[in-house]
């Protein structure tokens, strides 16, 4: 399995396709700013962390090619939050006595490694599904 860039998928996406992420994003952004006008910029931080159109995102994924790969897009979803969660931890944690470009790019760093870390820990151990092939990230279409 390979990482692919496909450019020329993004002509394939309709109008109301775009409508939907945009929806999705707007309403996940417009409770994010709710919650920290009632709670606080804390309470707000951590929605405005979520992925605003990855429900949209997985919904279209799954309409249109299969529940399968809506699953593999979710699971890449959750390496790239474990990379952002190591890169605010780095990032909070140099801040203060670091330069904040040195802390930016150590940041980056730890984001790097936990995100292409974890996904190639992932498709190491995903289990194997009924049919004896290994289900998941990377695996082949029949």
């Known amino acids: 399995m390979g990482i692919r860039l496909r450019p020329g998928e993004l002509t394939r996406t309709r109008p109301r396709d775009w409508l939907i992420r945009f929806v999705f994003g707007a309403g996940v952004s417009a409770f994010a700013g709710t919650v920290t006008a009632i709670a606080g910029p804390r309470a707000g931080g951590v929605f405005l962390a979520f ?23 979710a699971r890449g979803a959750t390496f790239g939050t474990i990379g952002l969660a190591g890169f605010a931890v780095t990032a909070a944690a140099l801040a203060g006595p ?27 151990t995903r289990p194997h599904g009924a049919d004896g092939h290994k289900t998941g990230v990377g695996t082949c279409e029949r």
Not at 55 to 64: C, H, Q, Y
Not at 103 to 124: E, K
């Open 51 to 73: 992925p605003a159109i990855l429900l949209a995102s997985l919904t279209l994924v799954a309409r249109e090619e299969g529940l399968r790969q809506a699953s593999d897009e």
């Open 98 to 124: 670091w330069a904040p470009a040195a802390a930016l790019c150590a940041a980056a760093v730890a984001w790097a490694v936990l995100a292409f870390g974890s996904f190639l820990l992932g498709t190491r």
